[in-house]
């Protein structure tokens, strides 16, 4: 089970290192809780954070930017799954469902 309980949105821009134009960002770090993978010593669940593009998010939801947060709002307190891939060179997320009915 992994289980969305909150976001962070992560918005600007940064130069990389040895100069050329800003390169411009916008993420939502995904606050999750599961309980997949625990250790040993670890029962229950653990929180977990996942930095999502917004792109990759309105492209699984069929929203626009400008509905994704309300979107994700929507379904908090959701279980989730993720589809990974190679985003720019790194394993990265590459798709998003929500699974079952809000409980």
Avoid: W
């Avoid at 999750?32 to 930095?51: F, R």
């Amino acid at each position: 089970m992994i289980k969305l309980i909150g976001y962070e949105k992560s918005v600007g821009s940064f130069t990389p290192e040895g100069g050329g134009s800003a390169i411009e960002y916008n993420n939502r770090n995904l606050l999750l809780i599961t309980n997949e993978g625990l250790k040993d010593n670890q029962s229950g669940c653990i929180h977990a954070v996942t930095k999502v593009k917004t792109s990759v998010l309105c492209a699984s939801f069929g929203c626009t930017l400008a509905e994704i947060d309300q979107y994700l709002d929507s379904i908090l307190d959701r279980e989730v799954k993720f589809d990974y891939g190679m985003v720019q060179g790194k394993l990265g997320v590459t798709g998003f469902k929500v699974l079952g009915d809000k409980k």
